[in-house]
């Protein structure tokens, strides 16, 4: 059986064979080791992070005594859920995400991580649940994740928007219009809209490439 360490993209947990492509954490152990069922806390601390699924050979008990290690389908869910790239094992990301972010708030100085961190925190949640932000859907940048009226994740992508499974991408819809439910932090949608390029799943990639993708 999967543990319950699968990420949606509101940031809530589940589990599901699909292993993703992206590994991170919370900060540390929010988990009970013994059980392993789905946590009833959300985070240990405000350092969401989104890493490598390798790094320097590291082995790792996963949910074991340390702390608790997550899993995405690709880097768009990981941001929309409200994770940054890792400074350790993904640290060129983590400044070019910087950078745009830092560019996208007009920020006068550019901020330590625990700074930003602390950004996301209060863009992403809500206490424990997903803070979501009604916004134009025509100005928001690829890399948005929505939360269609029928309860889908969709992401934008171009003249499109990608149907989100555990697995990846699975079909593609109009790109919406008029306001959205954007689950995709403002601190991130502002990096996205000032250059950061967030890695996705092949799926997306397949997708885009077939017959009538531009739509």
């Not at 059980?35 to 405000?46: D, F, G, K, S």
């Not at 082995?59 to 880097?75: A, N, S």
């Not at 859907?137 to 890399?143: C, F, K, N, R, S």
Request: net charge positive; glycine share 8%.
């Amino acid at each position: 059986m999967p543990l319950p360490n699968r990420v949606r993209p509101d940031g809530t947990l589940f589990a599901n064979p699909a292993r993703g492509t992206f590994f991170g954490n919370r900060g540390g152990r929010f988990h009970d080791p013994e059980n392993r069922t789905v946590p009833t806390r959300i985070q240990a601390t405000q350092h969401w992070l989104c890493c490598v699924l390798s790094f320097k050979e590291r082995r790792r008990k996963v949910w074991g005594r340390g702390y608790t290690e997550l899993f995405f389908c690709d880097e768009v869910t990981a941001l929309a859920a409200g994770h940054r790239p890792c400074m350790e094992c993904r640290r060129r990301d983590a400044l070019a995400y910087r950078d745009a972010l830092v560019k996208g708030l007009g920020l006068a100085q550019t901020p330590l991580f625990p700074e930003i961190d602390r950004i996301l925190d209060a863009d992403r949640r809500i206490g424990r649940a997903k803070r979501t932000h009604p916004l134009p859907a025509e100005t928001l940048p690829d890399g948005t994740m929505l939360l269609s009226g029928d309860g889908a994740f969709l992401a934008l992508c171009g003249a499109s928007a990608l149907l989100w499974s555990p697995a990846g991408y699975v079909a593609l819809r109009s790109r919406p219009e008029g306001l959205a439910t954007v689950l995709t932090p403002p601190a991130t949608l502002a990096a996205l809209a000032n250059g950061y390029r967030p890695l996705w799943h092949p799926s997306a990639q397949a997708l885009a490439a077939a017959p009538g993708a531009d739509r």
